[in-house]
């Protein structure tokens, strides 16, 4: 019988043939190291009942490669939420497993910022936006805290070889447009369930364009269109990026010129306008310029896929063309990180913000997954850079929340309006 000839890999079954030791392809089954795991206050106390089921009293197997994220509760959780945070907290003392402390951060934000996020690294996270270092050419993925609880028992984690689906990137954004709204491009194209159980790799010359923090947006939101990772490749992007913040070589992983693809997208930059995500699915997006003069109550600027430097500076220069906040409107600002904060500081960016009237809160993940911070009232409307609108989403199913860029939130807080046509008064 004729020896048939394999198809080259994609990105990601390179990064995952590393990480089993062994050549693998999409639905193969994998069983892979891990490079780094994160778990969250909201996921650890669930991986530590599960690690004391299988073996009570158990070492983490690499504590090296582990970080605990303290960054969904803070004092305005509730004691309950502290005592979790607290029982996290003394398990990572006592194997010297690193923290992100409340009040640092996003776990996923300062693990970019740290160089952990590095190409060809399998990156898996028990929250579901660990996606976002796929922008740093790594395989990354959301996991559960049982899979959290074997990585730590054994250092290990099975995976089943996702197909990859290239998103075909060309042209450039026009001014005023973000990579927000590429991403809610996406996932009014696609939906929410487009590229289930499936690898996006963002491909072509518009990739140039897209700086890291564009592409963090667009790896940590592929999750949101049912991917399992949004990987990009290893440009001089990259290797800038890197330079900054990891002083090591790195070992990038591309795809063969002969790799298969399940599925195609292409996307001209060009023709992608401000959108907006409608309550209550991340995939009821419509042109923005389209959206009905609905009153805004709150904006929220934060989160890992809006609370970044650029995001500020987008939405302060949307902001300042106002000149205010209109009546009625609260604009709460949460950082990303500690590390964003200070640069607004430093920038004079967070007193040109305080002094029109926005609210600062610590940097964390906020009011986005409405366990701590500022949550929304009955019925009240709000806009905000997060990445998820469902019902609850911000603690009160009882409002609504619209999602778009930085810059587009910053002018609903200046209008008082999902669009920029009437200024409230």
């Known amino acids: 019988m004729e020896h048939q000839k394999m198809n080259g890999l994609t990105i990601a079954e390179k990064i995952l043939s590393r990480a089993a030791r062994r050549a693998v392809r999409a639905g193969d089954i994998a069983i892979c190291t891990p490079d780094l795991a994160m778990g969250t206050d909201g996921s650890i106390p669930m991986a530590l009942d599960c690690l004391d089921q299988m073996l009570p009293g158990a070492a983490p197997f690499s504590p090296s490669t582990l970080v605990f994220a303290f960054d969904h509760y803070d004092a305005t959780s509730g ?103 590429i991403a809610l491009t996406l996932a009014r194209r696609m939906g929410s369930d487009g590229a289930n159980y499936r690898v996006l790799e963002f491909q072509g010359p518009g990739v140039a364009t897209l700086d890291m923090d564009d592409r963090i947006v667009l790896a940590n939101m592929a999750v949101e269109l049912g991917a399992k990772a949004g990987i990009f490749p290893f440009d001089g992007t990259t290797q800038q990026w890197l330079s900054t913040v990891f002083g090591g070589r790195p070992e990038p992983e591309h795809a063969d010129a002969d790799a298969h693809y399940a599925d195609t997208m292409h996307l001209d930059l060009a023709s992608v306008v401000p959108q907006i995500a409608l309550p209550h699915r991340v995939d009821n997006v419509i042109d923005l310029q389209d959206a009905p003069p609905t009153p ?116 609903m807080a200046a209008t008082g309006v999902l669009c920029a046509g009437t200024v409230r008064e």
Not at 96 to 106: D, K, N
Not at 310 to 331: F, H, M, N, S, T
Not at 376 to 395: D, E, I, L, W, Y
Request: with cysteine; net charge positive; hydrophobic share 40%.
């Open 296 to 411: 805004i109550d709150m904006v929220y600027l934060g989160t890992c896929t809006g609370g970044r430097v650029k995001d500020y500076r987008e939405a302060l220069d949307a902001l300042q063309r106002y000149g205010r906040i209109a009546p009625g409107v609260r604009l709460v600002l949460a950082p990303a990180s500690e590390s964003v904060r200070r640069e607004l500081e430093r920038s004079g960016m967070l007193d040109a913000f305080v002094s029109l009237g926005a609210e600062l809160r610590p940097p964390g993940c906020g009011s986005c997954c409405g366990t701590c911070g500022t949550a929304p009232s009955n019925g009240q409307n709000v806009a905000s850079t997060a990445n998820r609108n469902f019902k609850g989403r911000m603690g009160n199913a009882a409002a609504s929340i619209f999602l778009a860029s930085p810059r587009a939130c910053a002018t």
């Open 79 to 181: 004691a309950g939420a502290q005592a979790l945070q607290q029982r996290a907290r003394r398990f990572a003392q006592v194997h010297g497993i690193a923290v992100v402390e409340v009040g640092e951060g996003i776990g996923h934000q300062c693990i970019l910022e740290s160089g952990a996020a590095r190409p060809g690294r399998l990156m898996v996270g028990a929250d579901s936006h660990a996606t976002s270092y796929g922008a740093a050419n790594a395989f990354a993925t959301g996991i559960g805290s049982s899979d959290l609880a074997g990585i730590m028992l054994c250092g290990q984690l099975w995976l089943k070889v996702p197909e990859s689906m290239r998103v075909v990137v060309s042209g450039n954004l026009a001014p005023g447009v973000c990579a927000k709204d």
